[in-house]
Nanobody, 117 residues
Framework: QVQVVESGGAMVQPGGSLTLSCLAS????????MGWYRQAPGKQRELVAS???????NYIDHVLGRFIISRDNVKNTVTLQMSRLKPEDTAVYYC???????????WGPGTQVTVSS
């Protein structure tokens, strides 16, 4: 139903920080959960973090304490603040709606995060 565009990815040294942004072409206000996924080469795409309408966030163990997800239901944006980045965080990061696959008809272009010295 909507398109999403991810941005903010870059190459960063281990221990560095990045902030990723997701802009949806339509309203996300009525979508229960929005989230960030990532996919590394040869790996399955995984849900990294999600946030519901009330602001409750969930994270996978590997990023807990390092990543913070937030959403703005007026601006239709979802942000992922990443700190203390590790090489294993290297992946293409995507924005989508967990539990509501029909909301985004196809995956966005994603944004590349590369953590390397």
């Amino acid at each position: 139903q909507v398109q999403v565009v991810e941005s903010g990815g870059a190459m960063v040294q281990p221990g560095g920080s990045l902030t990723l942004s997701c802009l949806a072409s339509g309203s996300i206000a009525n979508v229960y959960a929005m989230g960030w996924y990532r996919q590394a080469p040869g790996k399955q795409r995984e849900l990294v973090a999600s946030i519901n309408r009330d602001g409750r966030a969930n994270y996978i163990d590997h990023v807990l304490g390092r990543f913070i997800i937030s959403r703005d239901n007026v601006k239709n944006t979802v942000t992922l603040q990443m700190s203390r980045l590790k090489p294993e965080d290297t992946a293409v990061y995507y924005c989508n709606a967990p539990g509501t696959p029909s909301f985004v008809p196809s995956w966005g272009p994603g944004t590349q995060v590369t953590v390397s010295s």
